[in-house]
């Protein structure tokens, strides 16, 4: 028997809407609640844009006591929500549920305070990602998790997610970078988890957090690991005519025992898609192309990348070429980062998806 889906009562929406509405609006400005569709429509998804659906309304707190409000009025209201960072995850993590509330955390975008001699950071969950090693690198410092988003993504956004990036194979995850995130539960209770200890007492819980989508909690603080940035980094992009060679290169360069600071495979696809915006120099004509890394000291990188080459050659690649200089390191990189950014091949044009991603970004500013 087929089951029909009944309508949604419009009357009850809507009343329910108002209710919201009139609980918030006592403790957030005018500008940072929103309800009207043309407001709320930037925010019916994420970077996942097949899947949409718009909300009751938009909270954009600026403080963390405002978050702590509004979780306990959705909590008394059984108001679902939903955080958001900057909406550029690919997992649907950000996207509405009908009958809820997305909480918007863009407007949480300070950098609390930086120290140097402990290498840490504490920030808002509304700090871009790369704004955080922008703010230490007259310290020779930078966060080392760099997602493909990085420009654009927020620090909060990649708690939920446990976000990585091309160097998390040397650097880690997210959940390596972090020593302490605060956030506060449904029901507005302030909570922290780990500590600025290398190791707490009790259970692990910040291992919990990291990746849950803000479904435990929702982040208002994190307290980051910073990394001193290294003499030198080189890649090479090696070409192979067929993408199996290119997975065992892959294996062999980790039997070798060599841990590159990053290692990437694009198919043919991919490279072609992407060389019209970013003229790296992709071989068009390679089934994969490898990208690989190495940082350290001059003398490490030197042997490092040696002892690659002589792994890729021997793993049948048609071509390899070596990054001279700093400029160039980033070209090859670019379009590693740049799917995630044009959603190449996606359901929605790119300037269609721009035009979602620009109205978080004007938040960020």
């Not at 009908?98 to 001699?117: C, E, M, R, T, Y």
């Not at 819980?205 to 994190?222: F, N, P, Y």
């Amino acid at each position: 028997m087929n089951m029909v889906t009944p309508p949604p009562d419009i009357a009850a929406i809507s009343a329910l809407q108002s209710r919201l509405v009139s609980a918030l609006s006592p403790i957030l400005p005018e500008h940072a609640l929103l309800w009207q569709p043309e407001d709320t429509i930037p925010y019916e998804c994420d970077g996942l844009a097949a899947y949409r659906r718009m909300p009751l309304a938009v909270a954009l707190p600026e403080t963390e006591a405002q978050v702590a409000q509004i979780l306990k009025i959705c909590f008394d209201m059984q108001i679902p929500v939903v955080p958001r960072g900057s909406g550029t995850g690919l997992s649907g993590g950000a996207m509405p549920i009908s009958q809820g509330l997305v909480l918007s955390l863009a407007k949480l975008k300070k950098i609390i305070s930086i120290d140097a001699f402990t290498r840490t950071a504490v920030v808002q969950p509304g700090v871009r990602n790369l704004a955080i090693s922008e703010a230490v690198a007259h310290l020779g410092l930078y966060y080392a998790p760099d997602p493909s988003s990085q420009i654009a993504c927020s620090i909060g956004g990649n708690v939920n997610e446990n976000s990585g990036g091309v160097h998390c194979l040397k650097y880690g995850l997210t959940l390596h970078n972090v020593l302490r995130v605060r956030g506060v539960l449904m029901n507005g209770e302030i909570v922290e988890f780990g500590s600025l200890a290398p190791d707490s007492p009790g259970l692990d819980l910040l291992a919990i957090v990291m990746g849950s989508e803000g479904m435990l909690a929702v982040v208002t603080e994190v307290t980051v690991k910073l990394v001193a940035k290294p003499k030198l980094a080189r890649v090479i992009m090696a070409s192979f005519d067929d993408i199996e060679k290119g997975g065992n290169a892959v294996a062999a360069i980790i039997a070798a025992g060599i841990i590159p600071a990053g290692l990437e495979m694009m198919d043919k696809a991919t490279t072609r898609a992407v060389e019209e915006f970013v003229h790296a120099g992709y071989d068009l004509e390679a089934e994969a192309i490898l990208l690989c890394e190495s940082d350290g000291t001059f003398e490490e990188v030197a042997e490092e990348i040696a002892r690659m080459t002589k792994v890729l050659e021997e793993s049948g690649a048609s071509g390899i070429k070596i990054s001279q200089d700093e400029s160039e390191r980033l070209k090859f990189w670019s379009g590693r980062k740049m799917p995630s950014l044009l959603q190449v091949e996606s359901q929605l044009t790119i300037t269609a998806w721009m035009a979602l991603f620009l109205a978080d970004i004007l938040l960020l500013y």
